[in-house]
């Protein structure tokens, strides 16, 4: 079958259609799903009932599986690297309720370079996933301040707690994970800049007053999460999503936690950011 993309949006996301992940691919689909994945940021394939063994091999294509770092006790014992998000089944992480746009395990000096999420039930209304696009945010800034964040280190935090931005420094959380990386951010496969800030992780930027530090990112997050820059992506069971954690972010919507919602989820290792 003849594979084709479909465009979700006018910057961000696409569809890869005629590619069956239950089977290995060759090649050609490898470099295809490679070539979809970096000029598109988030690729969707839909319809097929994956195993987690399937799920894996396909993650697999586009590097080294990462072993759960930050909640380990929930990884799989059977497929390593592999967790659910749930908000009903046991040992699942991320349970429910809003999340706000963030960039996977970017609080680790080496953040993972891809995840992917399996729908396998979905609630009637809510938790969606929505997807950012970096690199044409940062594309649209002044020249003004494109230089103003040239060369500037921004401190991420794990634990929401942890946040300067949001606690007093007698409320945070003590020893929660923490890297500083480039406020911008250049794609080791594409060459191209992006922005590598996220309103839920991203504490502050170095070197600088915090004040301006406030000022700078809070403009910088309401400029990201304009419409123009996002996908929202209303899930069906057997939807797989795979994006490119180097220059995306994604959030979560609410959701009536009294419905059931659960996802499989993989990463793929990443480099050090520069």
Not at 37 to 57: C, M, N, P
Request: hydrophobic residues 35%.
């Amino acid at each position: 079958m003849t594979l084709k993309v479909r465009p979700l949006s006018p910057t961000i996301g696409a569809e890869i259609i005629g590619m069956d992940p239950r089977e290995p691919l060759n090649q050609n689909s490898v470099e295809f799903l490679r070539k979809v994945w970096l000029e598109f940021g988030v690729v969707f394939i839909r319809g097929y009932k994956l195993t987690d063994a399937q799920h894996a091999s396909l993650c697999s294509n586009l590097g080294k599986i990462q072993a759960e770092r930050t909640a380990p006790e929930s990884e799989s014992e059977s497929h390593p690297g592999m967790l659910f998000v749930s908000n009903f089944k046991e040992n699942a992480i991320l349970p429910g309720g809003e999340m706000w746009f963030h960039s996977d395990q970017c609080y680790f000096e080496t953040p993972v370079s891809a995840t992917s999420l399996y729908a396998i039930e979905i609630p009637s209304s809510g938790g969606h996933t929505i997807f950012c696009d970096c690199s044409e945010a940062y594309q649209d800034l002044s020249e003004e301040l494109k230089s103003r964040l040239e060369g500037k280190l921004a401190m991420n935090v794990y634990d929401y707690q942890s946040n300067n931005r949001y606690f007093k420094s007698e409320e945070r959380t003590v020893g929660a994970p923490e890297a500083p990386h480039p406020v911008v951010r250049t794609h080791p496969e594409t060459g191209r800049k992006s922005l590598f800030i996220n309103r839920l992780m991203t504490d502050c930027i170095l070197g600088i007053e915090e004040r301006e530090s406030r000022e700078i990112l809070e403009f910088l997050f309401d400029h990201m999460e304009k419409e123009q820059y996002l996908y929202d992506h209303k899930w069906k069971p057997c939807d797989l999503s795979i994006w490119d954690n180097r220059c995306t972010l994604h959030a979560r919507t609410n959701y009536d936690l009294a419905e059931r919602r659960l996802l499989r989820r993989y990463a793929v290792e990443g480099d050090k950011p520069y």
